[in-house]
């Protein structure tokens, strides 16, 4: 049922939008009802740490409005949408080199920043990342092969628990 509900979710969302916009004469609380696709993607989810790792862009998001609107920190307040890549580092336990470098040369970059308050020619740094990780650690191609096992195998295989509905295992 919970797959099925999932598999809905963008039907009912569309359907409350016209119904908020057509009867009640409310489109802005009607885009909102969209919010409804991620966030039962999220709150139905089994695992408790795919569940933070999804909803750290929502709560970057809110933390940056809170401190823009009510402090006036927009721009210190950009900081906060780098903690999504970092969580989702720590919560898959992906930590390859390219990230690495990515990540390092970031923080290098914002330290220099905030330290000199020096963003215009420093950015060219950040040419650097993908450099190193084309000349050190380039992407294998081979894996992007087909093993002739059929495309939904290939589509699990890179997508694990991104599939939302599978003929075989959903209850009738």
Same mark, same amino acid.
């Given at each position: /049922? ?6 809905? /979710?963008?039907?009912?969302? %569309? ?9 009640? @004469?409310?489109? *802005? ?16 989810? *089994? ?8 909803? !750290? ?34 919560? @898959? ?11 390092? =040369? #970031?923080?290098? $970059? =914002?330290?220099?920043?905030?330290? %000199? ?6 950015? =060219? /740094? ?5 450099? !190193? ?5 380039? $992407? #294998? ?18 997508? *694990?628990? *991104?599939? !939302? !509905?599978?003929? @075989?295992?959903? @209850?009738?």
């Amino acid at each position: /049922m919970r797959r099925r509900l999932l598999a809905a /979710m963008p039907l009912i969302s %569309t359907m409350l939008f016209l119904v908020a916009g057509l009867y009640l @004469e409310n489109w *802005k609380l009607g885009w909102s009802f969209f919010l409804l696709i991620p966030l039962s993607w999220i709150l139905l989810s *089994k695992n408790v740490f795919k569940k933070v790792n999804d909803l !750290i862009p929502l709560i970057a998001l809110i933390v940056f409005l809170w401190l823009g609107f009510g402090f006036e920190l927009w721009h210190p307040g950009w900081t906060v949408f780098l903690l999504i890549p970092l969580v989702n580092m720590i919560v @898959e336990k992906r930590f390859t080199p390219r990230k690495i470098v990515t990540v390092g =040369i #970031s923080v290098i $970059y =914002i330290t220099i920043g905030f330290v %000199t308050n020096v963003w215009h020619p420093t950015w =060219i /740094m950040l040419l650097l990342i993908p450099i !190193i990780n084309t000349i050190f650690f380039p $992407y #294998s191609f081979n894996s992007f092969k087909s093993n002739n096992n059929g495309w939904k195998s290939d589509i699990s295989k890179y997508f *694990k628990d *991104k599939i !939302i !509905i599978n003929e @075989e295992e959903d @209850e009738a």
